[in-house]
């Protein structure tokens, strides 16, 4: 297998997704247009893959890169940036050997033994980069499906984290923290039976409910998922890794997506519905909806890609879909919200898994490049109203909730996102109710900060 490898080619080594090399240690940032809001207080923390090395035999944005946290403090009208690398065991196996040692996702090249000593060598690399999340006083980097790292406050990376060893292979990137229970209720995916489990952390961080597996037939792709009050909401889409040799991640639309419905108290079946063959990375939400005869049914709302877009021949469309959900029936109704494509649904967080009236997006209103976005989109799920806001020349990412101080209401608070036009990076702190208004700041990032992944908001009393 070559190790050659031309990053100066690659879109998602270069621009505004090219690495950061340098750290920062709470730098204040400077405001360039409006005023820091007082009411905002508490830490946003986003994760991306940001490559220590060049890489080795190839790069599959958004799959591959070490992890590298960015976060901005927010406390009585000030800010202040400073930036971390989450270092993994790999990272600083890398680091002593001057280079990368393992390849990209598509390019499983293992370093030896004598590289790294024989554990290392026996593991896929860890690449904790996908996104980030604060559960019983612990801030947890998450990978795709693998072990995360827990970090100290102050971003130090302290270790794997492995749940009391409750949970020794780890878990996806997104768990689902239940802001009614506080449990974090979290899946995983293998290339092994069984290839997918799920199980639940309680509120103080210990686990109460042990992996259980679904049944499905082989390893398949699956980034996010769902949680109600009283369900699991996985979408099964026909992505298969095959590790035979030669393509790894195969799309396999004959299959059709399988949606599985499981009681989150253990109790009862699985329910199962199948559905023509689509791909969601991200979903906004879910909830339960009780009819007058007592029947349940789940509402999902997520970006919908008619294929995994990971750059193949076939041309991919993407929209925003409403689904509804029968568990008892067996059926779906997929309810079209907005034909455009859209990415990095995100809601109020303190909603997760509960009836929510508001979901932002990012958009495009013009052929970008894949995964470039340069509008932010507001969904009234009520009214059906649409607002949009205009960057410009600048790309837009995930847009993070983060509520006014002792306000419970989603619709008051800021969305905060990074702004990237060219080698300036700035920090937008928009009205939730009036995103496409003046900015409530504008704020200048002292170095640049690559395009990335997911983020969430940690408020100062958590």
């Known amino acids: ?28 940032l400077k405001v360039m247009a409006g005023a820091i809001p007082k009411d905002l207080t508490g830490t946003y923390l986003r994760n991306g893959p940001n490559a220590r090395f060049t890489p080795i035999g190839s790069y599959t944005y958004p ?124 899946f995983r995916y293998d290339f092994e039976a069984p290839f997918l489990t799920w199980a639940v952390v309680g509120k103080d961080g210990v686990v109460t409910r042990a992996e259980r597996p679904v049944e499905i037939d082989a390893p398949y792709m699956i980034h996010d998922f769902v949680i109600t009050a009283r369900f699991i909401v996985l979408f099964i889409c026909p992505a ?4 035979s040799g030669g393509q790894m991640l195969r799309w396999e ?13 253990g109790s009862g079946p699985t329910r199962w519905i199948t559905t023509e063959a689509f791909w969601v990375w991200h ?20 970006p919908r890609w008619s294929q995994l877009p990971l750059g ?23 309810e079209t919200i907005d034909d455009k494509p859209a990415e990095f649904p995100r809601i109020d967080d303190r909603l997760t898994g509960q009836p929510h009236r508001y979901f932002h997006t990012a958009a495009k209103d013009r052929d970008l490049s894949r995964g470039m976005w340069n509008l932010l989109r507001r969904f009234d799920t009520r009214t059906g109203a649409v607002t949009t806001r205009s960057n410009g020349t600048a790309m837009i990412g995930e847009a993070v909730f983060a509520p006014s101080a002792n306000s419970d ?11 990237f036009d060219g080698d300036v990076t700035n920090l937008l702190v928009l009205h939730a109710a009036d995103i496409d208004g003046e900015p409530a700041a504008v704020l200048r990032v002292p170095q640049r900060v690559p395009f990335g992944l997911h983020g969430c908001w940690v408020p100062s009393t958590a």
């Open 283 to 302: 979903f906004a939400n879910a909830f339960e909806v009780i009819g007058d005869d007592g029947a349940v049914t789940i509402v999902v709302d997520y």
């Open 409 to 419: 209401n989603e619709n008051d608070g800021y969305l905060l996102s990074y702004a």
């Open 312 to 334: 193949g021949p076939q041309p991919v469309t993407g929209s925003i879909v409403r689904a509804r959900l029968d568990p008892i029936a067996g059926t779906a109704r997929f």
């Open 253 to 265: 639309p004959e299959k059709g997506t399988r949606i599985a419905m499981i009681p989150r108290d």
């Open 1 to 28: 297998m070559t190790l050659t490898f031309d990053a100066s080619n690659n879109p998602f080594l270069n621009g505004i997704f090219a690495p950061l090399q340098t750290e920062l240690h709470d730098t204040p």
């Open 63 to 186: 799959l591959d890169g070490d992890g590298m946290i960015h976060a901005v403090s927010f406390a009585e009208g000030r800010a202040a940036y400073k930036n971390r690398y989450v270092r993994t065991p790999s990272m600083a196996a890398e680091e002593r050997a001057g280079r990368a040692l393992w390849g990209g996702l598509m390019t499983p090249i293992q370093p030896s033994p004598e590289e790294v000593g024989p554990e290392l060598a026996a593991r896929f690399k860890d690449l904790p980069d996908v996104s980030i999340v604060r559960h019983a006083g612990r801030l947890l980097a998450l990978a795709e499906s693998a072990r995360p790292f827990l970090l100290s406050d102050n971003l130090d990376t302290v270790g794997p984290w492995y749940f009391g060893g409750k949970l020794p292979k780890g878990i996806t990137a997104h768990p689902k923290v239940d802001p009614v229970t506080g449990e974090l209720v979290v």
């Open 240 to 243: 298969r890794f095959d590790l």
